[in-house]
């Protein structure tokens, strides 16, 4: 089909809710590495990566090659039956992630992962409450769209009464109005204010991004989570560390982002990166916590654990191991955090670049000084890389921040294209608006 006929079928068949990017949206055709090609034959350098997902390129042959041989021999069996693909990746987690974690559940979605770490913690704790942070983005169920404090991305009208939201550590747009380090982290604080005066004074779970996906790639003082962490223990909660945008290397240098700060979760969730595209999710926890599951209920995950899809992130990771491991998305992180802040001094428009590694944020105002928030300046933007071939996502709470995720592939050369895009782009923007 051509471009018209798939917007034609997807207006007649597909929810109207469907969000799709670009005043004239593109159906893409095919991937390899780097780049995707539109149905036209147009080709895009992909620094968006399927929304933080497509971690080791398109097409990537290693993955390719592990999904078509486990297809050849069982695509599905569910939890049911126990597979070698699913305690395999099972046991590579447990070597990968930080501290104790050791014992994984495996689901289809970032939300399912989500969900299931809220009810480990509630199970294990016996408390209900949990504390999110504002701007939080946790997926699409009731529950987890109760976590997420953004209110675009809260449909339907029942939520949970047990999730209470504390400030953000929104450094660029401050709620307390502090500016960073004088204040002491003050926002840090909010977590215990909130647990006093909006809860039963014990909680499940302080639960939080380590950097903040959907809310705009809001990146916290590196005192932030040893401080909220500790409050959170002392009212009876756990923390749980949602890993599924920050996850499998994205950030640079550890393979988790909540590893900068030298924090050890005791629940993780993570999904997106871990299988380079294919459908997986994984809520993994310690031995103690785990135990607490047994004898609370029946559950089963129809394709949680899937042989295709385990054996798809075992090729993954390995692909990291061997091609983009920390140390090579750090380098190229820093080469591209270095281009946009270049970017930043040459045009107003840009207020902010934050993030780290592979995983970059420009927040896009009218002014410096009043911090107006850009959205249309970031439609814009989108327009002129579009049709320079260049491929980004964007978001935040004001829709004015462009998030920035290339596979963890990226190249120096690949970087030095899209910061070129960026530029002549932000030229056209700019000029517009003056």
């Not at 660029?172 to 204040?183: F, Q, V």
């Not at 204010?193 to 014990?202: A, E, F, L, Q």
Request: glycine share 10%; aromatic share 8%; net charge negative.
């Amino acid at each position: 089909m051509n471009t018209q006929e798939i917007l034609d079928k997807q207006r007649q068949y597909l929810w109207p809710n469907h969000l799709l990017y670009y005043t004239d949206p593109m159906p893409l055709d095919h991937g390899e590495g780097m780049y995707v090609w539109d149905v036209a034959g147009k080709k895009y350098l992909d620094f968006f990566g399927g929304i933080l997902t497509t971690s080791v390129g398109h097409n990537n042959p290693k993955v390719v090659d592990a999904i078509c041989r486990q297809a050849g021999k069982l695509i599905h069996s569910s939890t049911l039956y126990p597979h070698e693909n699913h305690v395999k990746l099972a046991e590579k987690l447990a070597e990968i992630t930080p501290g104790d974690l050791e014992t994984s559940y495996f689901t289809n979605s970032g939300s399912e992962a989500n969900e299931n770490a809220i009810i480990l913690a509630q199970t294990y704790t016996d408390n209900r409450e949990i504390v999110a942070l504002r701007h939080a983005y946790a997926g699409r169920t009731t529950l987890t769209m109760s976590v997420t404090a953004h209110a675009p991305w809260r449909m339907g009208k029942t939520f949970s009464p047990d999730i209470k939201h504390a400030i953000n550590p929104y450094c660029y747009r401050c709620p307390l109005k502090m500016t960073y380090p004088e204040c002491g982290v003050a926002c840090a604080q909010d977590v215990e204010d909130v647990i006093r005066t909006t809860t039963s004074g014990k909680i499940a779970a302080f639960m939080a991004e380590p950097i903040q996906g959907v809310g705009g790639f809001i990146t916290p003082p590196d005192e932030y989570f040893g401080i909220v962490t500790e409050i959170a223990k002392s009212y009876g909660g756990i923390f749980i560390c949602d890993e599924v945008q920050t996850g499998f290397g994205r950030t640079g240098t550890h393979w988790f982002g909540i590893q900068h700060w030298d924090v050890e979760p005791d629940i993780m969730t993570m999904a997106k990166g871990i299988a380079n595209g294919m459908p997986m999710a994984n809520t993994i926890t310690t031995q103690e916590i785990a135990q607490a599951m047994k004898g609370a209920g029946l559950t089963i995950s129809t394709f949680g654990g899937n042989p295709v899809s385990s054996a798809a992130s075992l090729a993954t990771i390995e692909v990291m191991e061997e091609e983009a491991d920390g140390a090579h998305v750090q380098a190229v992180g820093d080469y591209f955090r270095a281009g946009l802040e270049r970017l930043w001094e040459k045009y107003p428009l840009i207020g902010d670049v934050r993030g780290k590694g592979l995983m970059q944020g420009i927040e896009m105002v009218m002014d410096r000084e009043s911090k107006e928030p850009a959205p249309q300046a970031v439609n814009h933007l989108f327009e002129e890389t579009k049709a320079r071939g260049l491929l980004i996502g964007k978001g935040g709470l004001y829709g004015n921040v462009v998030r920035i995720s290339p596979p963890l592939i990226a190249t120096r050369e690949h970087v030095d294209e899209a910061l070129d895009i960026l530029d002549r782009s932000f030229a056209e923007v700019h000029e517009s608006v003056g």
